[in-house]
């Protein structure tokens, strides 16, 4: 057996606090401790000196769309846009340096641009030149701005819902557009971008990423290339199309290969967007937003898979749509029973907005929420999107981490990259330092959500992944990272002691400013899969 004996760092453990030493044996954790009994007890080990980081668990980031984020890596990134005005000049300059294809962006939010507008169709055709196919999906990816060229491709598209002449396409009008758009992409530009967003991952300390596919989001092609692709990076593959029987939910799994039913199964779509499906309307106008599935759908589909022994899980974000999602899990957890719900581990994906009843009743039906702190930290606050889009007061109450943590919902922290970066240590900040007075986690649960968490919301539940015990899997990253603290939620009291003596495991601080650890390697299941 092949061991190596990793010395001088600084180890985020709960079974040994203060160890400065780890054995790692054939991909598994075997020990830790201080570095000379760690040379005595394995004399013959490689010994790798990590020179004071630390070395914690590596990431899971349970919600990703690994082709579209490396698009955006490669491609055409309109994140960066200031205002409408130079929207259109990024997209001219990228179509004069692509004379020929169709032209792929992402990441526009016209919230915060001086306009106050997204760009028109009128808009796109010139700056992009005559005859261009343009597809430029907002940041939430729920609605995307197109050219007159690309419409004309798509049969049947101007009489689609969300189809507005000039406008930004919406819901069944912007899935058909987005299918034919990303059908014109070649394989190797696929494959170039997969290796874009895998290598990113890697780079920040993710060892595993949850793909939430689905027939209106990449299509069965990409998935059937993301499944086949290799990388060391590991996917775990999450398909949202909707079944009514169990037989029917086994032969969707093994025909396309995938871990579960779910991820972007959609309920409803986005606040950005304003397709969120609310009780009341829009604050700044747009109706009630857009339903896809109802509380017959999620029954079905909840009932199918659990009966299967599958994953399921839904994309939901408005409250009206939370209500669709309850309602139709609470059928099946009185029909069939609450453990054999909860064993399956089904999830919800974002679960915005959310009551205080709502929470106690996933708890109780072991609801998994897969989470992203990082749209709180877009557009939360008293002038972000969220209030625009809702009030101050229904905005105040979005993603209360705090409260879904003391409930007992399990908690699995991500990114839903492209729509926020993959960088799982600014999400862990933006979980502790939540724009909302006491929605906050600890550093210590926020990371707990972004590690061990994230594992268990991907069926994982041998109790050791994502932690660093003997026996747990050898998926951790190495950092560069300042001196290490012991720290409750931002907004609360102190509730554990800092002295070393607690033996409570440090984390690298996150407060607002401070600089994030940066990843000097990746290791998954004992190979190293990154390295500066």
Same mark, same amino acid.
């Given at each position: 057996?092949?061991?190596?004996?990793?010395?001088?760092?600084?180890?985020?453990?709960?079974?040994?606090?203060?160890?400065?030493?780890?054995?790692?044996?054939?991909?598994?954790?075997?020990?830790?401790?201080?570095?000379?009994?760690?040379?005595?007890?394995?004399?013959?080990?490689?010994?790798?000196?990590?020179?004071?980081?630390?070395?914690?668990?590596?990431?899971? +980031?349970?919600?990703?769309?690994?082709?579209?984020?490396?698009?955006?890596?490669?491609?055409?990134?309109?994140?960066?846009?200031?205002?409408?005005?130079?929207?259109?000049?990024?997209?001219?300059?990228?179509?004069?340096?692509?004379?020929?294809?169709?032209?792929?962006?992402?990441?526009?939010?016209?919230?915060?641009?001086?306009?106050?507008?997204?760009?028109?169709?009128? %808009?796109?055709?010139?700056?992009?030149?005559?005859?261009?196919?343009?597809?430029?999906?907002?940041?939430?990816?729920?609605?995307?701005?197109?050219?007159?060229?690309?419409?004309?491709?798509?049969?049947?598209?101007?009489?689609?819902?969300?189809?507005?002449?000039?406008?930004?396409?919406?819901?069944?009008?912007?899935?058909?557009?987005?299918?034919?758009?990303? %059908?014109?992409?070649?394989?190797?530009?696929?494959?170039?971008?997969?290796?874009?967003?895998?290598?990113?991952?890697?780079?920040?300390?993710?060892?595993?990423?949850?793909?939430?596919?689905?027939?209106?989001?990449?299509?069965?092609?990409?998935?059937? %290339?993301?499944?086949?692709?290799?990388?060391?990076?590991?996917?775990?593959?999450?398909?949202?199309?909707?079944?009514?029987?169990?037989?029917?939910?086994?032969?969707?799994?093994?025909?396309?290969? =995938?871990?579960?039913?779910?991820?972007?199964?959609? =309920?409803?779509?986005?606040?950005?967007?304003?397709?969120?499906?609310?009780?009341?309307?829009?604050?700044?106008?747009?109706?009630?937003?857009?339903?896809?599935?109802?509380?017959?759908?999620?029954?079905?589909?909840?009932?199918?898979?659990?009966?299967?022994?599958?994953?399921?899980?839904?994309?939901?974000?408005?409250?009206?749509?939370?209500?669709?999602?309850?309602?139709?899990?609470?059928?099946?957890?009185? %029909?069939? @029973?609450?453990?054999?719900?909860?064993?399956?581990?089904?999830?919800?994906?974002?679960?915005?907005?959310?009551?205080?009843?709502?929470?106690?009743?996933? *708890?109780?039906?072991?609801?998994?929420?897969? =989470?992203?702190?990082?749209?709180?930290?877009?557009?939360?606050?008293?002038?972000?999107?969220?209030?625009?889009?809702?009030?101050?007061?229904?905005?105040?109450?979005?993603?209360?981490?705090?409260?879904?943590?003391?409930?007992?919902?399990?908690?699995?922290?991500?990114?839903?990259?492209?729509?926020?970066?993959?960088?799982?240590?600014?999400?862990?900040?933006?979980?502790?330092?939540?724009?909302?007075?006491?929605?906050?986690?600890?550093?210590?649960?926020?990371?707990?959500?972004?590690?061990?968490?994230?594992?268990?919301?991907? @069926?994982?539940?041998?109790?050791?992944?994502?932690?660093?015990?003997?026996?747990?899997?050898?998926?951790?990253?190495?950092?560069?990272? +300042?001196?290490?603290?012991?720290?409750?939620?931002?907004?609360?009291?102190?509730?554990?002691?800092?002295?070393?003596?607690?033996?409570?495991?440090?984390?690298?601080?996150?407060?607002? @400013? *401070?600089?994030?650890?940066?990843?000097?390697?990746?290791?998954?299941?004992?190979?190293?899969?990154?390295?500066?």
């Amino acid at each position: 057996m092949a061991t190596q004996l990793l010395i001088g760092g600084r180890f985020y453990s709960a079974s040994s606090p203060d160890a400065t030493a780890m054995a790692v044996t054939d991909g598994t954790v075997v020990w830790l401790g201080a570095e000379r009994p760690g040379r005595a007890l394995h004399p013959g080990a490689e010994v790798i000196d990590v020179g004071g980081a630390f070395v914690a668990p590596a990431f899971v +980031d349970p919600h990703v769309h690994v082709t579209a984020l490396g698009l955006k890596l490669i491609g055409l990134d309109l994140s960066a846009a200031r205002s409408l005005a130079h929207c259109l000049e990024l997209l001219t300059a990228f179509a004069a340096a692509h004379p020929s294809g169709v032209l792929l962006g992402d990441g526009w939010d016209d919230t915060g641009w001086p306009e106050q507008r997204p760009p028109s169709t009128d %808009e796109l055709d010139a700056a992009a030149g005559p005859g261009r196919l343009v597809y430029l999906s907002r940041v939430d990816v729920h609605s995307a701005a197109v050219s007159t060229a690309l419409l004309d491709t798509v049969p049947g598209v101007r009489d689609a819902a969300g189809f507005t002449r000039g406008e930004p396409l919406r819901a069944a009008a912007h899935h058909l557009v987005r299918t034919a758009a990303l %059908e014109r992409a070649d394989r190797a530009l696929r494959d170039r971008a997969r290796t874009a967003a895998l290598d990113s991952a890697a780079a920040h300390g993710v060892a595993e990423v949850h793909e939430c596919g689905g027939p209106e989001i990449a299509g069965r092609t990409d998935l059937a %290339e993301l499944l086949a692709f290799s990388h060391g990076v590991s996917v775990r593959a999450y398909w949202g199309e909707a079944v009514h029987d169990e037989d029917e939910a086994r032969a969707l799994v093994a025909e396309l290969g =995938v871990h579960a039913l779910g991820g972007d199964l959609f =309920v409803d779509g986005s606040l950005g967007s304003r397709t969120a499906l609310l009780r009341a309307p829009y604050a700044d106008g747009g109706g009630h937003g857009v339903g896809y599935l109802d509380a017959a759908g999620v029954t079905a589909h909840v009932r199918a898979c659990t009966l299967a022994g599958v994953q399921a899980g839904f994309h939901v974000i408005g409250d009206a749509g939370m209500d669709a999602v309850v309602d139709g899990i609470g059928l099946v957890a009185a %029909e069939l @029973g609450a453990p054999a719900v909860a064993a399956c581990g089904h999830r919800v994906e974002h679960a915005e907005m959310i009551s205080p009843e709502q929470i106690a009743a996933l *708890a109780s039906w072991g609801v998994i929420a897969s =989470v992203q702190p990082g749209f709180d930290a877009a557009w939360g606050g008293p002038d972000g999107m969220y209030a625009t889009r809702l009030g101050a007061e229904r905005a105040a109450a979005l993603n209360p981490f705090a409260a879904m943590a003391a409930a007992g919902v399990a908690l699995a922290i991500g990114s839903d990259a492209p729509v926020t970066p993959l960088d799982p240590w600014a999400a862990v900040r933006a979980a502790v330092h939540h724009r909302t007075p006491g929605h906050g986690l600890s550093p210590r649960a926020a990371f707990a959500a972004a590690t061990r968490g994230a594992w268990r919301a991907g @069926g994982v539940r041998d109790g050791v992944a994502g932690t660093l015990v003997p026996g747990a899997p050898a998926s951790y990253a190495v950092w560069e990272a +300042d001196d290490l603290v012991v720290a409750a939620a931002a907004d609360s009291v102190q509730r554990w002691s800092t002295d070393p003596r607690s033996r409570v495991p440090g984390l690298p601080p996150l407060d607002p @400013g *401070a600089s994030l650890p940066r990843c000097l390697r990746t290791v998954h299941r004992g190979v190293t899969i990154y390295e500066v």
